[in-house]
């Protein structure tokens, strides 16, 4: 599974689920052929009512790709207490 992150990069840095990826929607397409076109790809961002992880899971569909978004973003993340990781 590939944990993608489509916030823009300055909130990547300040902080993400660990491992996760970044890339833009802007990014997207310019980046597929970096995913295992068969594992599951996982994005997120602000929350659950923020579109950009919609828009890149249709994105990354288009490619072919197996992708969903995870339920809620960062914030829910770290409400349930989970790490954060952020870029020194």
């Known amino acids: ?29 310019g980046v597929v052929s970096m995913f295992d076109s068969t594992a599951e790809i996982v994005a997120y961002c602000r929350g659950p009512h923020c579109v950009y992880a919609h828009q890149a899971v249709a994105a990354l569909r288009r490619h072919g790709l197996n992708a969903r978004r995870l339920d809620g973003g960062l914030p829910e993340w770290r409400e349930d207490g989970r790490k954060i990781a952020s870029v020194s």
């Open 1 to 29: 599974m590939t944990v993608l992150d489509v916030r823009p990069a300055d909130e990547y840095a300040a902080g993400h689920i660990p491992g996760a990826l970044n890339a833009t929607l802007s990014e997207i397409d």
